[in-house]
């Protein structure tokens, strides 16, 4: 029997409160290895909150470049084999035979962490993906919709409502309706749950859709949207200086800072209705 998911754990603490000190429980969020295989080669570890890892393995397999295609991710199953400590943290996928990679020459190493999946990666060659295309160059967003996206991405981030140390990733379509939100202590996994749920749903490329994300916009974060097809990417914090050299080389459009009613646009301007003109 599969065990529950568990996003959410429950601690008591001392909280020191103007000189008062009281005992009270207090939520954290779940973090756990989660090991994605292709058969039965490990082939990357990563620190993620349990919960949609059928998503996060498609993600990855899919920005890493091992499946190029979605149907060329045949299947994606949780393991309840082994010992108690793996159970439910392994997923194993099954690619098709054209996608299924020489494991004697991956340059990947076994452990990524949360905060970072590039640090998983064995040379600085194997940082850069080889699946890059540019987007949809005909998507328009209006500023007041992109204005509008943090207040929708935090009145939906129910585990970071209870928690405060969830990131997040969500999905937009033009006129700013939601189309799917992650949440993950690893800022690239909510970025991989939600290229994984688009993966799964046969939605890729995500030429028609925005990402937001919490937190700062980093290399990786950039270089998935753009495997994955999508147009523009925006975060309520700064971006990296490798990430907006990425954005301009691809025509990304790339949004930072965006907090109430002000955003720096890095890259990729003509995007946004008015803001070419300005």
Same mark, same amino acid.
């Given at each position: 029997?599969?065990? $529950?998911?568990?996003? /959410?754990?429950?601690?008591?603490? %001392?909280?020191? &409160?103007?000189?008062?000190?009281?005992?009270?429980?207090?939520?954290?969020?779940?973090?756990?290895?989660?090991?994605?295989?292709?058969?039965?080669? $490990?082939?990357?570890?990563?620190?993620?909150?349990?919960?949609?890892?059928?998503?996060?393995?498609?993600?990855?397999?899919?920005?890493?470049?091992?499946?190029?295609?979605? @149907?060329?991710?045949?299947?994606?199953?949780? =393991?309840?084999?082994?010992?108690?400590?793996?159970?439910?943290?392994?997923?194993?996928?099954?690619?098709?035979? @054209?996608?299924?990679? &020489? +494991?004697?020459?991956?340059?990947?190493? +076994?452990? !990524? %962490? =949360?905060?970072?999946?590039?640090?998983?990666?064995?040379?600085?060659?194997?940082?850069? %993906?080889?699946?890059?295309?540019?987007?949809?160059?005909?998507?328009?967003?209006?500023?007041?919709?992109?204005?509008?996206?943090?207040?929708?991405?935090?009145? %939906?981030?129910?585990?970071?409502?209870?928690?405060?140390?969830?990131?997040?990733?969500?999905?937009? &379509?033009?006129?700013?309706?939601?189309?799917?939100?992650?949440?993950?202590?690893?800022?690239?996994?909510?970025?991989?749950?939600?290229?994984?749920? !688009?993966?799964?749903?046969?939605?890729? $490329?995500?030429?028609?859709?925005?990402?937001?994300?919490?937190?700062?916009?980093?290399?990786? /974060?950039?270089?998935?949207? /753009?495997?994955?097809?999508?147009?523009?990417?925006?975060?309520?914090?700064? $971006?990296?200086?490798?990430?907006?050299?990425?954005?301009?080389?691809?025509?990304?459009?790339?949004?930072?800072?965006?907090?109430?009613?002000? +955003?720096?646009?890095?890259?990729?301007?003509?995007?946004?209705?008015? =803001?070419?003109?300005?």
């Amino acid at each position: 029997m599969s065990r $529950p998911v568990r996003s /959410i754990g429950l601690t008591q603490v %001392s909280e020191w &409160d103007d000189g008062k000190v009281r005992r009270k429980d207090d939520y954290l969020a779940a973090e756990e290895p989660l090991e994605i295989r292709i058969g039965e080669h $490990p082939i990357s570890v990563t620190m993620r909150t349990p919960g949609h890892d059928l998503e996060l393995a498609a993600g990855f397999l899919f920005t890493e470049g091992i499946g190029q295609r979605a @149907e060329q991710i045949l299947a994606l199953e949780s =393991s309840s084999e082994g010992d108690a400590g793996k159970r439910g943290n392994v997923v194993q996928a099954a690619l098709a035979p @054209e996608a299924t990679p &020489d +494991f004697e020459k991956m340059r990947r190493h +076994f452990f !990524a %962490s =949360s905060s970072c999946g590039i640090c998983g990666k064995a040379s600085i060659e194997a940082v850069r %993906s080889r699946c890059l295309a540019p987007p949809n160059p005909n998507f328009r967003i209006a500023p007041d919709v992109l204005l509008a996206l943090p207040d929708a991405l935090r009145s %939906s981030q129910d585990v970071f409502e209870r928690t405060g140390g969830l990131h997040a990733a969500a999905l937009f &379509d033009s006129r700013g309706a939601l189309l799917v939100l992650r949440e993950d202590i690893g800022r690239h996994n909510a970025v991989d749950k939600v290229i994984g749920w !688009a993966v799964r749903e046969r939605r890729v $490329p995500l030429k028609d859709s925005m990402m937001l994300v919490s937190g700062r916009g980093g290399f990786e /974060i950039v270089q998935k949207a /753009i495997v994955a097809g999508v147009p523009v990417v925006a975060s309520v914090s700064a $971006p990296s200086s490798l990430a907006v050299q990425l954005a301009r080389e691809m025509q990304l459009t790339l949004v930072g800072f965006l907090r109430g009613r002000r +955003f720096v646009i890095y890259a990729g301007a003509e995007r946004l209705a008015d =803001s070419a003109q300005a």
